[in-house]
């Protein structure tokens, strides 16, 4: 006698959480897809984190500011 054995879908596994950054604690995203910014991995501690929430960048503030005045001008 031939059994015949179907497959059974693999059990559930847990939905994978999205990754939130270390800085703000806000969760990663696709600026293309209008979802957020996008987590990069510090190269110093390992953790993830918004660019502008990297540890070290917060001169760049003052930069970006002065660049999206002169955008507007």
């Known amino acids: 006698m031939i059994e015949r054995s179907l ?3 693999a059990p559930p596994t847990h ?3 999205p990754s939130l950054c270390t800085g703000c604690g806000e969760p ?3 600026i293309s897809q209008g ?3 996008p987590l990069v991995r ?3 501690d390992g953790l993830m984190y ?3 929430c990297l540890p070290g960048t917060r001169d760049l503030d003052a930069v970006w ?3 999206e005045r002169m955008k507007g001008a």
């Open 65 to 67: 500011s002065g660049l």
């Open 28 to 30: 990663s995203g696709s």
């Open 50 to 52: 918004h660019v502008r």
């Open 35 to 37: 979802t957020g910014f």
């Open 15 to 17: 939905s994978k959480a």
């Open 42 to 44: 510090d190269r110093k």
């Open 7 to 9: 497959a059974q879908p």
